[in-house]
């Protein structure tokens, strides 16, 4: 079984930095693709944000977010980062770290993701 906890969100005012992380426990980390997602609300799709290979190797993001977040992760930490810069109003929302433990390469594939942390909340003020 994967576990993964997800800190750093907060309230930040637009233009601000925030650096979130998610710990990975139990499996192989090194053989995981890893993706971050976001909610802006309740009932609101989980839409696809970043996602990493297992090397770190290749990244892919959302268009909206290119330039502005970077993804990155540490094998040997068993943890994935997301740095986001010039943050704007509309990136509020419940951001999830998720693991894909095939090998097929799809990262902004929702349901290739076989498990996800609790989410943690970022709001941005204008």
């Known amino acids: 079984q994967v576990h993964l906890v997800e800190s750093g969100g907060g309230l930040v005012q637009a233009g601000g930095s925030l650096r979130l992380s998610c710990a990975v426990s139990?499996?192989?980390?090194?053989?995981?693709?890893m993706g971050w997602f976001r909610q802006a609300a309740e009932g609101k799709e989980r839409e696809f944000v970043a996602?990493?290979?297992?090397?770190?190797?290749?990244?892919v993001y959302e268009l909206v977010v290119k330039g502005r977040f970077t993804i990155s992760r540490d094998n040997a930490e068993n943890t994935v980062y997301l740095q986001m810069n010039s943050l704007r109003p509309e990136d509020t929302g419940v951001y999830y770290c998720?693991?894909?433990?095939?090998?097929?390469?799809?990262?902004?594939?929702?349901?290739?993701?076989?498990?996800w942390g609790q989410g943690t909340q970022v709001t941005v003020s204008s």
């Open positions: 996602g990493i290979s297992r090397s770190g190797d290749d990244t």
């Open positions: 139990g499996g192989t980390f090194s053989k995981y693709t």
């Open positions: 998720a693991t894909d433990i095939n090998e097929i390469w799809r990262p902004s594939l929702r349901a290739a993701y076989d498990y």
